[in-house]
């Protein structure tokens, strides 16, 4: 009996220790679950990681950054074409203008040259009406001498020599030969036309421009012309 109790004792023993260590076994997992129950104390701690937030408001101010860079940009190359614009146009302007200018000046120039030459070409024709009066003056002269010299009185030589000049083609004013409405109130005036003839009147010189020639010698002239004018 004492046998068998021990031997029950040994087998209860044996069991108790088997089951010991069957709990040890099932407690050893137990004794790693904290390991992952650590978890959420890692997970605690993330949230302090995101950096989404901080990256999203980099990314908006480079690209504010961006934008307000390219809009200036933009706002500088408008002002930049703005002020080309406005140069070209002054530089065209100012090249119109020059050029008006030039051809004002250009004009009056040219206006100035032909008012020159109008009146040179006037003066020269007065030089000339001048030297041929000189020269018919000259040769009623040399007229009027050999009419002295012979002690003839012939009017419408002294005509041909010197009168004919002025009152053949009514220059200056003179009664053309011939032209009866002309001459009618001059011969009216009787012998005033003798002393308008000798003395000079309006643009007739004295003795049609030739000193040497007679008193009679103007007269006959004076009534050869009358004559051709009735």
């Known amino acids: 009996m004492n046998k068998i109790t021990i031997s029950m004792s040994a087998l209860f023993l044996s069991l108790g220790l088997l089951s010991g260590c069957g709990e040890k076994k099932e407690e050893s997992p137990k004794a790693e679950a904290p390991a992952a129950e650590q978890k959420p104390a890692e997970q605690a701690v993330a949230p302090a990681a995101p950096a989404s ?6 990314t908006d101010a480079a690209n504010s950054a961006v934008a307000a860079v390219g809009d200036a940009a933009k706002a500088a190359g408008d002002a930049a074409t703005k002020a080309a614009d406005s140069a070209t146009q002054a ?21 100035a040259v032909g008012d020159a030459a109008k009146a040179t070409g006037d003066v020269a024709a007065k030089a000339a009406d001048a030297t041929t009066a000189a020269a018919t003056g000259a040769a009623a002269a040399v007229a009027g001498a050999a009419a002295g010299a012979t002690g003839a009185v012939d009017g419408e030589k002294t005509y ?13 004013g003179a009664p053309k030969l011939g032209d009866k409405a002309a001459w009618a109130p001059r011969v009216a005036t009787g012998d005033a036309l003798y002393v308008s003839a000798l003395n000079g ?30």
């Open 160 to 172: 041909k020599g010197l009168c004919f000049s002025c009152h053949d083609m009514g220059i200056a």
């Open 91 to 111: 530089v065209g302007d100012a090249a119109k203008a020059t050029s008006d200018a030039a051809a004002k000046a250009a004009d009056t120039a040219t206006q």
């Open 201 to 230: 009147k309006n643009a007739m010189p004295a003795k049609g421009g030739n000193p040497a020639l007679s008193e009679a010698e103007v007269k006959a002239s004076v009534d050869w012309m009358v004559a051709q004018s009735k």
């Open 53 to 58: 937030a901080p990256v999203a408001a980099v």
